[in-house]
């Protein structure tokens, strides 16, 4: 409990140990404190702005989904505008082949019925040259009066 | 532990004695063979246990500190260095809480106070007997082991923060503002002649205050100190008064130590922060 040199001896030593603590531990420690700190705002304002890009982005995409799906629509819209075209158009193509087939056979049962008529004409001309040929037999040649029953049948 | 020829007094007394160096009575230097001869030797002596523990503890800090500062970098830091950035920050945040002023010299020193009084005290914590008898063992015959128990060493540091606090009072006040608030205050008055006799009442009430600071700093930690120890050479007592007793001192030994880790902790932290107020005072006009 005497106070004696000690004393001094431990303020020197005090001293020196602040010294040494300023020098090679404070010093050094507060500068890699403070420089990481800086890394860590940087780092986190790098995050902010990459999250404010991110939504940039998403909005972006967004924007292009939408203009895409308008797109598709209009080119659906088109498809089946042009759809229904195609199937009016074959439509009206159908109905005009089938009114010309229509044209086709009706001219031809017109012209077989002529040429059934026609046919009819001279099968009826003949019976009744064949028959006025049976009754005439006996008293007209067939020859001498052709053009007399040619007339007859061209009557018919 | 206490040998068999020793008084309880006796052995209270080796206990709180220093090793001390110095010179003898008739002139010779040498080591004191007990307490009275270390007495006599007056300011001409040393505590050599005291002078080697701190310096010891104090270089084992700035070691390892200055080591885990080498390689700091603003990287991932690994566990050491985790650890002494946590007291530097630590520090640094109590520091700021009470410093206004700039000055690049006060964090150090907290920090400087705070862990090498934390690592004297600590001292504290190894059983009483255990360094004394190893020692003991290879001749020595007094030692005491917590150098925050020698007044020496808590008025070393007292003063040494004194010191500093009147350099910068007086760098950044001046010696007129220095002085001014040693006279001028706390009565004031405006009549130059009222002033005037009210100079030596100032006067004494700022000097007391002034040197109230290095001594209540240096005591504080002190007394605390000195009186953990002192319960820890009673509690030591016990060992050598039977089974029973000695069972009891155990737990008693245990329990106050656990208490005395919060002690020891406190105090370093009080002297830091109080080093850090008496600074920032010096710094501040007031």
Redesign the interface.
């Known amino acids: 409990?005497?106070?004696?040199?000690?004393?001094?001896?431990?303020?020197i030593?005090?001293?020196i140990?602040?010294w040494?603590?300023?020098q090679?531990?404070?010093?050094?420690?507060?500068?890699?404190?403070e420089?990481?700190k800086?890394?860590i705002a940087n780092g986190l304002a790098a995050a902010e702005r990459g999250q404010h890009e991110q939504e940039l982005a998403k909005k972006h995409a967004a924007d292009e989904l939408r203009e895409a799906k308008a797109q598709a629509a209009e080119i659906i819209g088109q498809a089946q505008k042009r759809a229904s075209g195609i199937i009016d158009e074959a439509k009206e193509n159908a109905r005009s082949e089938g009114g010309r087939l229509l044209t086709a056979a009706q001219a031809e049962i017109e012209q077989e019925a002529n040429r059934v008529r026609e046919t009819l004409r001279e099968k009826v001309g003949e019976l009744a040259v064949a028959g006025a040929e049976k009754i005439l037999r006996r008293e007209i040649n067939a020859d001498s009066h052709r053009d007399v029953v040619d007339a007859v049948a061209k009557q018919l | 532990m206490a040998s068999g020829t020793l008084t309880s007094s006796e052995y209270i007394k080796h206990h709180?004695t220093?090793l001390?160096f110095?010179q003898h009575p008739d002139g010779s230097w040498g080591m004191a063979h007990s307490a009275e001869e270390?007495?006599e030797?007056?300011?001409?002596?040393?505590?050599v246990d005291?002078?080697l523990w701190?310096?010891g503890l104090?270089i084992l800090?700035?070691f390892f500190?200055?080591r885990?500062?080498?390689s700091?970098?603003?990287?991932t830091p690994g566990g050491f260095q985790n650890f002494?950035?946590w007291i530097?920050?630590f520090i640094?945040e109590s520091v700021r809480g009470s410093f206004t002023s700039k000055n690049?010299?006060v964090?150090?020193?907290a920090?400087?106070?705070f862990v090498?009084i934390f690592l004297m005290n600590l001292m504290d914590l190894v059983p009483v007997d255990l360094i004394p008898w190893l020692l003991g063992l290879l001749g020595v015959h007094f030692q005491k082991i917590v150098?925050s128990t020698?007044?020496?060493?808590t008025?070393?540091?007292a003063?040494?923060v004194f010191l500093l606090t009147m350099y910068y009072s007086i760098k950044i006040k001046g010696v007129g503002g220095f002085l001014g608030e040693l006279t001028l205050q706390p009565f004031q008055a405006n009549n130059i002649v009222v002033k005037v006799l009210l100079i030596p009442v100032n006067f004494f009430l700022e000097f007391v205050s002034l040197i109230a600071k290095p001594i209540s700093l240096s005591l504080r930690l002190f007394g605390n100190m000195y009186a953990g120890e002192m319960i820890f050479i009673l509690i030591a007592l016990m060992y050598s008064a039977g089974i029973v007793m000695g069972v009891f001192g155990g737990a008693l030994q245990f329990v106050w130590a656990v208490f005395h880790i919060l002690v020891i902790t406190l105090q370093a932290f009080i002297f830091m922060t109080l080093t850090v107020v008496y600074m920032d005072m010096a710094h501040s006009e007031h």
């Open positions: 409990m005497n106070i004696n040199l000690t004393l001094f001896g431990q303020m030593a005090f001293a140990f602040v040494f603590t300023k090679f531990v404070w010093t050094p420690i507060m500068a890699a404190l420089e990481r800086g890394k | 709180l220093n001390t110095g270390a007495a030797m007056g300011f001409m002596a040393i505590h005291t002078m701190s310096l104090g800090f700035i500190a200055a885990a500062a080498k700091a970098s603003s990287d002494v950035e530097v920050d640094d690049d010299l964090a150090p020193l920090m400087t106070a090498w150098p020698d007044p020496n060493a008025f070393g540091m003063i040494g």
